[in-house]
């Protein structure tokens, strides 16, 4: 059975840190891209970032220089660093699979999802 936890989430003020992280199981971790999504209320999914098998990432463009992802094909997680928070950050965030060697950036491009974890901003 495939699972994916997110956890991490909480309330920061802004201009602070958070670290989410995806631990997956149930899953050929090495063969897999894992991509963050967010959604915040009354608005639709968006992508955050996305990480290939091989390291490979892409990072929407807006959110250069706060945020970084990493993962550990060891312990199979998915590291989310975001700094420098600002309100519109808010959103609950959702990390998701998909067994492939590219790099999908697209949430239907991907199989499996977490249930997500809120982060707020406060200002």
């Known amino acids: ?14 201009g602070g840190s958070l ?3 995806c631990a997956v199981s149930g899953l050929s971790f090495s063969s897999t891209a894992i991509g963050w999504f967010r959604q915040a209320p009354g608005k639709e ?21 706060r945020f970084t992802i990493s993962r550990d094909n060891v312990k199979k997680t998915v590291d989310l660093q975001m ?4 309100p519109e950050d808010t959103a609950i965030y959702f990390c998701a699979a998909r067994r492939t060697l590219g ?21």
């Open 19 to 21: 670290r989410l992280s």
């Open 103 to 123: 790099l999908p950036i697209t949430g239907r491009e991907y199989e499996y999802w977490g249930q997500g974890t809120q982060v707020t901003v406060s200002s």
């Open 45 to 65: 999914r968006e992508f955050v970032v996305a990480i290939s098998w091989s390291e490979e990432t892409y990072l929407t463009p807006s959110m250069k220089g």
């Open 83 to 86: 700094n420098r928070l600002k």
């Open 1 to 14: 059975q495939v699972q994916l936890v997110e956890s991490g989430g909480g309330l920061v003020q802004a």
